[in-house]
């Protein structure tokens, strides 16, 4: 598989107007296995579908979640989405792989809670490594779960302060369907 690095190239090379063409295959390989936005990212914003590669033979889901990527929501968010802007979606019983690189100033962390304001894994194994202390700057971690149970829940950094910072993204577990990645704006 195509490295997340050249998908975020291709994103950030679209965002500023660059034209597509020069992206590679990567980019439509990506789109085409994820389904579609329903509109476009707002402008200065990557294209959320190039954060998740995903194999339906093998029921597996890679999320890339790139903390601190620039300024919105004061450089509290995931992939340049703060305050659940960003929504994913796994169909239950698929593997999901978590690549959580902090790309900000301050240490933060990635983790799969049960709700707001919660610090509780909604399942087995699914944060990085010492969530409360979190990834120095420039540090990444990745961690795998299988989705076992239907529901919504949070992607949340959980270094003090930053979920109350509305560091967060959603995560839906589905009963089926094909894993996704879109955003919505914010409040």
Not at 88 to 109: F, K, L, M
Not at 141 to 150: D, E, I, K, L, V
Request: charged share 15%.
């Amino acid at each position: 598989m195509p490295s997340f690095r050249g998908a975020l190239i291709c994103a950030t090379a679209a965002t500023f107007a660059v034209s597509a063409a020069g992206c590679g295959s990567h980019s439509q390989a990506v789109a085409a296995s994820t389904s579609a936005s329903p509109a476009a990212p707002e402008p200065g914003r990557p294209d959320p579908a190039t954060f998740l590669r995903s194999d339906r033979f093998r029921k597996v889901a890679e999320l890339q979640l790139l903390a601190g990527l620039g300024s919105s929501n004061n450089g509290y968010n995931f992939d340049g989405y703060g305050r659940g802007e960003l929504l994913a979606s796994v169909p239950r019983g698929w593997r999901v792989t978590i690549r959580c690189e902090d790309h900000g100033s301050r240490r933060s962390s990635c983790a799969v809670v049960t709700g707001a304001r919660s610090a509780t894994l909604a399942f087995p194994r699914a944060s990085v490594p010492d969530p409360v202390q979190g990834l120095s700057p420039g540090a990444s971690a990745q961690f795998t779960f299988t989705a076992s149970h239907t529901g919504v829940f949070r992607i949340v950094s959980l270094v003090p302060g930053q979920s109350e910072a509305r560091m967060y993204a959603v995560l839906q577990v589905t009963r089926g369907g094909r894993p996704s990645v879109t955003a919505r704006p914010g409040p």
